[in-house]
């Protein structure tokens, strides 16, 4: 089960009579922050945006309102520093498809592509073709050749192709 599907059917569940879902599991593959975004008595933790956040926020803490029990302090933590993919009205739930990591790398910037096979590092400059986080996969042009490569972001001003 995907998490986007674990958040939904638990909003789902919050919606529906406690008695209709008392003894509904929680999917086992589900990941930490979807595990701790059901409490102890399987109640949906809720986290709202305390004011309106556009796209492209990284989420602090007072940007946030959360509930009092370590579950939800928890599901705060997971949260804090990452993006906002569209704008969240105040008072809204915070969906995990509102939210992604940071970017690193933006459109159209100019950055260091390297390329090492053993011994041997190459390295030029490229233009980024779409946004991506560290650690993602973006397309990157060649400057120098006009060719056009898939590369790994490593930080805000290098790639690594293989």
């Given at each position: 089960?995907?998490?986007?599907?674990?958040?939904?059917?638990?909003?789902?569940?919050?919606?529906?009579?406690?008695?209709?879902?008392?003894?509904?599991?929680?999917?086992?593959?589900?990941?930490?922050?979807?595990?701790?975004?059901?409490?102890?008595?399987?109640?949906?933790?809720?986290?709202?945006?305390?004011?309106?956040?556009?796209?492209?926020?990284i989420l602090r803490r007072i940007d946030i309102i959360i509930g009092d029990s370590e579950t939800a302090q928890a599901?705060?933590?997971d949260i804090i520093g990452m993006e906002v993919k569209r704008t969240i009205y105040a008072d809204k739930t915070i969906?995990?498809?509102?939210?992604?990591?940071?970017?690193?790398?933006?459109?159209?910037?100019?950055?260091?592509?390297?390329?090492?096979?053993?011994?041997?590092?190459?390295?030029?400059?490229?233009?980024?073709?779409?946004?991506?986080?560290?650690?993602?996969?973006?397309?990157?042009?060649?400057?120098?050749?006009?060719?056009?490569?898939?590369?790994?972001?490593?930080?805000?001003?290098?790639?690594?192709?293989?």
């Amino acid at each position: 089960m995907k998490p986007s599907t674990t958040i939904v059917l638990l909003l789902a569940m919050m919606l529906t009579p406690s008695s209709a879902y008392a003894e509904a599991p929680i999917a086992p593959e589900a990941n930490a922050l979807n595990e701790n975004l059901t409490t102890s008595n399987d109640a949906p933790v809720i986290i709202k945006a305390r004011r309106h956040l556009r796209a492209g926020t990284i989420l602090r803490r007072i940007d946030i309102i959360i509930g009092d029990s370590e579950t939800a302090q928890a599901a705060a933590r997971d949260i804090i520093g990452m993006e906002v993919k569209r704008t969240i009205y105040a008072d809204k739930t915070i969906m995990p498809e509102d939210i992604s990591p940071p970017t690193a790398i933006k459109r159209n910037a100019i950055v260091t592509i390297e390329f090492k096979k053993g011994p041997l590092l190459i390295t030029t400059e490229a233009r980024v073709l779409e946004p991506g986080s560290v650690g993602e996969t973006v397309r990157v042009m060649n400057l120098s050749s006009k060719v056009i490569l898939t590369a790994i972001v490593v930080s805000s001003s290098k790639v690594r192709t293989r």
